[in-house]
């Protein structure tokens, strides 16, 4: 209890001391007393969620409190400014998951795409970052790395071979794949809630980078990891074709599974056309693709109306979704009270209004950023200011897609990068009573990260389709 006191004061201290040379510079620059409230308060959530991570929801109870008590904003505009749509679609998504994953429609599909004939250890590594990728894109980042996880773990205890490799290998894909649609990661949602942008905005501009993104770190893979990779070569000859493999994940098809498929496939489709549903009734834009998971997750909890309760206690994640609605809260108040648009103006000075300097400093800014922080609260505090610069510029519309791929991209970065990684070390350290060492993570990652990131800086800049 002592020792715990002992960490505590050290970053109470540090965390008073920042929040107070914040709001020193704020009134140093000519800001007002709004201002200055703002940006000292939105400084003491985000430093006091990283510093004290376990209380994350309690910090961002406190700052929007205090916004409140300071008449910076109204109860009016904090409900305006909260993103309750992305809350909603972020709701109806989760019960729509824990609804599939009671029927094994993960395990089901994750043993199809995997399971293969002639099986080689590279045909092997390619088809389990390709799996990775594709099921983020159409579930999200948590789901697929949870599910695939559990399949290399089985993999690998039938050939008796380290598992972390591989789980290295899908959660680089996981954090690619997660770029391609705008449900792969909150942070899409995010993105496209504020810009706005469709569903078919993010295929014919996101999905094509994700995917030769991912198709570039193959080889990177394939020779960073060729020890493991021969070893497994060597096991496959050695016990020869993967039938028992198949039995372990050949998942019973329950009854019920076939409609599961067909609410999923009418979720799916109902996302992938939402534009023109919304042109066609007069709707404002995004409101087909952001009720949708509602529309499901309602049919589902009334055909499985004895475990509704259930979905919604168990599955629904509201830690996390209380945490995003506070942020996202205060996050606006940045841009209400002028904060976003003066750092904007200071950013085109500073530039001098050169759009490729602006996107390579959103692009490894946030990249950077989001392989020590949250990429969420990465993306929440950028989102203000992109929007700024693009009142100034309605050209800068493609920063957007480097703030999208530069958060996705920047948790391969670290260890800590991403909600994906943690779940999949905190997976191995559970089930296999191992780890991925630091060492072990950067020398694969420093590669696929340059790698990658250069890769969507030249698309982003040089393509002419982009520009």
Known sequence: MENSKNHFIPRIILLALI??????????????????????VFSLSILGALLFWQFRVSFAFFGSSLLLLSRVITFEEFIAFSSMEIILFLIGMMVLVGF?????FFTWLLSKAVVMRNLTAGKFMIGLTLSSALLACILDEVTSIMFMTMLIFEFCDYYEVDPVPFVIASVFATNIGSSGTVIGNPIGLLIAAKAPLTFEDFIFNAFPIMLMSLVIVFGPLLLLFKKPLKELDRKIREFGPNDVLVKLLNIPVEKNLKKGFMIFGATLLLLATHHRWEVLLNLEPNTILLITPLLSASCIMMWRREKARSYVEKDVEWWTLLFFLFLFAQSGTLTHVGIASFFADKIMLLVEGSKNILISITLFGSAIISSM?????????????????????PMYKILWWALLFGACFGGNLTIIGSTANLIAIGALEKTKKTTITFTQWFKVAFVV???TLAFVW??????????
């Open 19 to 40: 929040a107070a040379i914040v709001g020193t510079v704020a009134n140093g620059i000519g800001f007002d007393r709004r201002q200055i409230v703002t940006l000292t």
């Open 100 to 104: 599939l994953k009671e029927l094994g």
């Open 373 to 393: 922080l949250d990429n969420v609260v990465v993306v929440a505090s950028f989102i203000p200011i992109v929007k700024g610069l693009i009142a100034i510029n």
């Open 449 to 451: 990260g340059l790698v």
């Open 458 to 467: 030249a698309m982003l800049t040089l393509v002419p389709y982009y520009n």
